[in-house]
């Protein structure tokens, strides 16, 4: 898969140049196989999407946009207003760059926003051919959907790692450069898909109570240096977004699912 590889060896190159003088968990940075490349996808998919063609294309019931593709990317309508980033636009915009044929109802759209007004609209069309024709589209471009999730990282991780100074910043990057290197694929992993997952957590949009949830609050609240402690701040990270959310939006119906997502970044053995 030619488009991962690439993606993958100008992130871990961004990530060297990052790295501190003296790091030495960025000496031995993993380099991934195709295979391994293969399996993040695959864990993406499962993680989205339990790796069901189907849910390729979803509005999960309690939400007001449709999520997206292997990564579940969102898509508003026009002019609508969220807390979460909306992140299929520029999914496409990237399929495009790397000389993917969009669908051609998508092309004809005036302006690049989701058609469907409601949910009930949405899955009365779920089998509509304009629908059927997006999830043929998303299904062959997994492997591109998968350089996206990890290109998004690369591009927030200089701001992630200059929002503090002095020690507070070296704890920071060896933390994210400790998890990066634990347990090929594993690490790389868990901090791909947190992010694509919850954000990076530098949008002050995305707060309750003026709490983040994104892979910086993530990154701050862990208490050792490896895998393990990554996934138990990332637990506890959301445990805290769930008491803070607004109670008409019963975020605790979602958060044993976000915790054995996050556990899923542990190795089984």
């Not at 695959?42 to 593709?69: D, I, K, M």
């Not at 980033?85 to 302006?111: H, I, K, N, S």
Request: with cysteine.
């Amino acid at each position: 898969m030619p488009a991962i590889s690439t993606s993958f060896n100008r992130f871990l190159c961004l990530l060297l140049l990052l790295a501190p003088a003296n790091s030495t968990s960025a000496d031995n940075l993993p380099t991934l196989s195709a295979h391994q490349l293969q399996w993040l996808g695959e864990r993406v998919f499962a993680s989205e999407c339990n790796s069901h063609y189907a849910c390729l294309t979803s509005w999960n019931e309690g939400e007001t946009f449709p999520s997206l593709g292997i990564g579940h990317f969102i898509w508003y309508q026009t002019e609508q207003q969220e807390v979460f980033e909306e992140t299929f636009p520029a999914l496409l915009a990237w399929l495009q760059q790397q000389g993917a044929v969009l669908p051609e109802w998508l092309l004809r759209l005036p302006v690049m926003d989701s058609p469907w007004q409601s949910r009930a609209q949405f899955l009365q069309e779920i089998d509509s051919p304009r629908t059927t024709e997006l999830r043929e589209f998303l299904v062959a471009t997994q492997a591109l959907q998968v350089a996206f999730i990890a290109r998004r990282l690369q591009q927030q991780l200089p701001a992630l790692l200059a929002v503090h100074t002095g020690s507070a910043r070296e704890l920071l990057t060896e933390r994210f450069f400790a998890v990066a290197n634990s347990a090929p694929p594993y690490g790389l992993y868990a901090l791909i898909d947190y992010m694509h997952f919850k954000g990076s957590g530098l949008n002050a949009a995305e707060r309750y109570n003026a709490a983040g949830w994104g892979l910086l609050q993530v990154l701050e609240a862990m208490t050792t240096n490896d895998l393990a402690s990554f996934v138990a701040a990332a637990e506890l990270v959301l445990a805290q977004r769930v008491l803070n959310a607004p109670v008409a939006r019963n975020e605790a119906r979602w958060l044993a699912g976000w915790q054995n997502r996050v556990r899923g970044y542990l190795p089984l053995d």
